[in-house]
């Protein structure tokens, strides 16, 4: 059976470095996106379909039609997301809502479509945030959203396993794509560089190497997990420079 990915998001920065690294693997991806005219030069084994996934209405269509053209998925990969940081009393209830909506209810929905359908086992992998296990300042709406998604990732799991369907997720740093670029730009990016203990700043590449990995039929023993890639962030404190 040829390996056949659904990914949401498909048009953001972590996604295309994704999708790019596995259409030189010959996958067959279904690109779900917003946003079909961001995505440059899909391959012959790409076909892109545009709806919200964080709708379910958009998830069930972008499961038929994944379905209709490739057959059932081999994996499936969230990579829906936004940036809000701001202190809690400054974060409007429409704010708090849609990152909820678009983090955590798109992960929710396409869960729920792919643990119904991958009968014969399957990789899905979720995007969380080092800023749940590391409480970093004006992240509160973020960290309780990602946080949800690592309760959806562990529990689905479990249920799952015995199917031979494994659930992970990532959890990345400060990760370099248009979404945050006033971060990775002028004085802040050297602020944000000195807080990941490797010096930099994340790129798309990192966490698409990581999402490869995972979903990759040779890491059949891993499940569960959530995998940290913040540039030791999340769990290293290092001496200040002289």
Known sequence: MNSHLILFGAS???????RIRLEAKNWQITAVTTHPDQIREPGPNTLIFEADGSSEAGVKNAFAFAEENFGPPTAVINCLGSVVLKPIHR???AEFVNTMQLHVFSSFCILREACGKMKSGGSIALLSSVAVQTGLPNHESIAAAKGAVEGLTRSAAATYAPKGL?????????TETAATATLCNGPARKISEKMHPLGRIGQPGDIASALDWLIDPEQSWVTGQILHLDGG?????????A
């Open 233 to 241: 962030l999340g769990q290293l404190r290092t001496l200040p420079k």
């Open 91 to 93: 974060t409007s209830t």
């Open 12 to 18: 953001g920065g972590i996604a295309s470095a994704l």
């Open 166 to 174: 494994r659930i992970n997720a990532v959890a990345p740093g400060l």
